[in-house]
Antibody, heavy 119, light 113 residues
Framework: QVQLQESGPGLVKPSQTLSLTCTVS??????????WSWIRQPPGMGLEWIGY???????NYNPSLKSRVSISLDTSKNQFSLNLTSVTASDTAVYFC???????????WGQGTLVSVSS | DIVMTQSPDSLAVSLGERATIHCKSS????????????LAWYQQKPGQPPRLLIY???TRESGVPDRFSGSGSGTDFTLSINSLQAEDVAVYYC?????????FGQGTKVEIK
């Protein structure tokens, strides 16, 4: 049974960098067939895809965030990570890590972690 | 970006009745080379992550009750919940996975009348 778990600070100051890690159990992120993804959801609002990383290290990001976002892999720990720079209050959201089939639907989600941007 | 528009924003349905949610994409998500529509549906209950219900517009994910069904092609899609149960109260989202960036509809809240 694949499980994903987000971890990282729940509070980030404006202009700083938001950093989150997703630990995957029950599957290897080094295996092909999946895109390891980040999606966010501002409080009371809808879902926004942030980007994904493939096991090869290839990435794709949402153009709306591309200048500020990076996703990386740590295969030795079976983890992948999100960095979002220069955050503002509008980056306050629940951040989900997720596994997407290579066709693009998202079949496994972490529980999500709320990150608030505030001084 | 492909804009996904759901309707209605919310609906109230009596227990045992059918709920119907519509999703319209601003461009076709049908790929003629494999005859597939790159459209998925998710259910999200309060405080929980979304759950995949349907992919390829009409293929039910393993473990999803058969009262959930998806239909449509091209730019217009429908999620139907037959015989609504109390546990179906949730927000439902469509997602296109044909073009990057992947995009979601704004969500439709389903409640019990």
């Amino acid at each position: 049974q694949v499980q994903l778990q987000e971890s990282g600070p729940g509070l980030v100051k404006p202009s700083q960098t938001l950093s989150l890690t997703c630990t995957v159990s029950g599957d290897s992120i080094s295996r092909g067939d999946y895109y390891w993804s980040w999606i966010r959801q501002p409080p009371g609002m809808g879902l926004e895809w942030i980007g994904y990383i493939y096991y090869t290290g290839n990435t794709n990001y949402n153009p709306s965030l591309k200048s500020r976002v990076s996703i990386s892999l740590d295969t030795s720990k079976n983890q992948f990570s999100l960095n979002l720079t220069s955050v503002t209050a509008s980056d306050t959201a629940v951040y989900f890590c997720a596994r997407a089939e290579d066709w693009g639907w998202i079949d496994r989600w972490g529980q999500g972690t709320l990150v608030s941007v505030s001084s | 970006d492909i804009v996904m528009t759901q309707s209605p924003d919310s609906l109230a349905v009596s227990l045992g009745e059918r709920a119907t949610i519509h999703c319209k994409s601003s461009q076709t998500v049908f790929y003629s080379s494999n005859n597939m529509n790159y459209l998925a549906w998710y259910q999200q209950k309060p405080g929980q992550p979304p759950r995949l219900l349907i992919y390829w517009a009409s293929t039910r994910e393993s473990g999803v009750p058969d009262r959930f069904s998806g239909s449509g092609s091209g730019t217009d899609f429908t999620l139907s919940i037959n015989s609504l149960q109390a546990e179906d109260v949730a927000v439902y989202y469509c997602q296109q996975h044909y073009y990057l960036p992947w995009t979601f509809g704004q969500g439709t809240k389903v409640e019990i009348k």
